[in-house]
């Protein structure tokens, strides 16, 4: 059974193109993924949680990652979904990356980040192989 990734854009972040590039990559090493577009925290969680999610993933461009990183989190609390672990990519400055794995964020890819070091951390926090 492969490793299920949903991934989504919080909010109204339209830069897209990253999270689409990952997807298809992800798609090509064999696992599943669910790409939502844009998403409150909320029904991204309820997503996660519906389609039985290995990972979220979450793709950040508009530097709202202080805001929406907790927001999953909480989401996840509320709906018992603190299982599935969560990745994060996109403008992270170095600064923030501590904060942001303190909240839970297992694994974070910035810019020009190798798709094959993706793969390799999603199926890592995934926790099994299938990808």
């Given at each position: 059974?492969?490793?299920?990734?949903?991934?989504f854009?919080?909010?109204?972040?339209?830069?897209?193109?990253?999270?689409l590039?990952?997807?298809?990559?992800?798609?090509?090493?064999?696992?599943?993924?669910?790409?939502?577009?844009?998403?409150?925290?909320?029904?991204?969680?309820?997503?996660?949680?519906?389609?039985?999610?290995?990972?979220?993933?979450?793709?950040?461009?508009?530097?709202?990652?202080?805001?929406?990183?907790?927001?999953?989190?909480?989401?996840?609390?509320?709906?018992?979904?603190?299982?599935?672990?969560?990745?994060?990519?996109?403008?992270?400055?170095?600064?923030?990356?501590?904060?942001?794995?303190?909240?839970?964020?297992?694994?974070?890819?910035?810019?020009?980040?190798?798709?094959?070091?993706?793969?390799e951390?999603?199926?890592?926090?995934?926790?099994?192989?299938?990808?």
């Open positions: 059974m492969p490793i299920k990734v949903v991934i854009k919080p909010g109204l972040d339209s830069h897209y193109r990253g999270a590039v990952v997807s298809r990559y992800l798609t090509e090493r064999g696992m599943e993924v669910v790409y939502l577009g844009n998403q409150l925290p909320d029904g991204a969680v309820r997503a996660a949680v519906q389609e039985d999610a290995d990972v979220l993933g979450i793709s950040s461009l508009s530097g709202n990652h202080h805001a929406i990183v907790p927001a999953v989190f909480e989401a996840m609390r509320a709906q018992g979904a603190e299982d599935i672990p969560v990745v994060l990519g996109g403008i992270i400055p170095d600064e923030d990356r501590p904060a942001m794995e303190k909240a839970g964020v297992r694994a974070i890819f910035g810019p020009g980040t190798p798709l094959e070091r993706i793969a951390q999603v199926t890592l926090v995934a926790g099994r192989p299938g990808g």
